[in-house]
């Protein structure tokens, strides 16, 4: 069961959180071993549905994650205390649900866990690739590097992400202010228009009886289409999280024009970056392409890259299993592969094709974003001006008689 507690350490500072242990004596022990005096110890009471947190709000960013390294880094160098620099990031972090989690980061430190053991016990937050190079750091003498490091690598992966969610804001803009535009057609406009073409008694052109026809649908039937479009959309979202669905879902970007392109650049250099920096760090090759698997972020890689893991195993090398995937893997990605293999450099090579996929990766979000935004105007001005002319036409031709 859980307890509310609050209690002082030794320098008579206050905290306060939640434990949980099978009773009331339990507890009490379980924090007189962290050197705690408790003050006051009641059983946590659950919580209405009400006043709980949401999970959705709960989640904890990679901004946070990317702060949390950086800071304890410079605290390492300072020469803070672990367990000290663990309890100050856990007191000025604004997230609740990270706060909690860091507190009992260095509760499990304080025990004599190591820090990557520890990180280990929230695989919602920290990352295979991010335990495993905080594990080697501590192995090597080199923790505050690795923690540099990994404030760098995720605040790349931040940055990307905000560059590609600042590419869509705009053309998701668009297309709401479409569908705005279309609602006021169809239940205002286009209605009023129709009666004075009702008026004039002439024969209509077939676009127009359409355009009329789907107002009047639309006037009838827009809460069954909207149960319809929301249902499809909760349907598609709750599938893709199942595993058929993002094998599905894997593929399918995979052979969008354009789209499919811009991805395999991303999954090409965060495989190369995360391949390379824990080789460098000094994990076996085979567990390292078995970490770079699991954080790739597409199945098909996933795939390509267990395989590699499997022939790596048998005495074969990696370049052998990326050459049979062509479309996946580039040639020229591949050779360099081959050439780093070869001349047993493979972490600096990696390093040099990360340079390269990144610099493509952002001109890319650039071109994009200078294409996207007159295209989008062009497409709204069509829809727009097309349901206009057809319903316009008739008057036009009644005005030239």
Known sequence: MKFNYQARDK???????????????????????????????????????????????????????????????????????????????ASQTKSKAFKEKIFRLSEEVEGGTPLSDALSKFPDVFSPFYINMVKSGEASGSLSDVLEYLADHIEREYNLMSKIRSALVYPAFVVFLAFAVLALLMFFVIPNLSKVLEQTGQELPAITKFVLALAVFFRAFWWVLFLLVGGAVFFVLRWKKTPEGTKFFSELYLKIPLLNSFLRMIYLSRFAENLSTLISGGLPIVQALDITSRIVGNTVYERILTEAKTEVQNGNQISTVLQKYPSEFPPVFTQMVFVGEKSGTIDKTLTNVVSFYQKEVDRTVEAFLSIIEPALIVFLGLIVGGLMASVLLPLYQLGSL
């Open 11 to 89: 320098k008579g500072k206050t905290q306060s959180g939640v434990i949980e242990a099978s009773s009331r004596e339990a507890a009490l022990q379980l924090l007189a071993g962290h050197n705690l005096f408790v003050t006051i110890l009641e059983a946590a009471q659950a919580r209405r549905f009400f006043e709980r947190n949401i999970g959705f709000f709960e989640r904890v960013s990679l901004r946070d994650i990317m702060m949390f390294s950086r800071q304890l880094s410079v605290m390492f160098v300072s020469r803070v205390p672990l367990v000290e620099a663990l309890q100050t990031l």
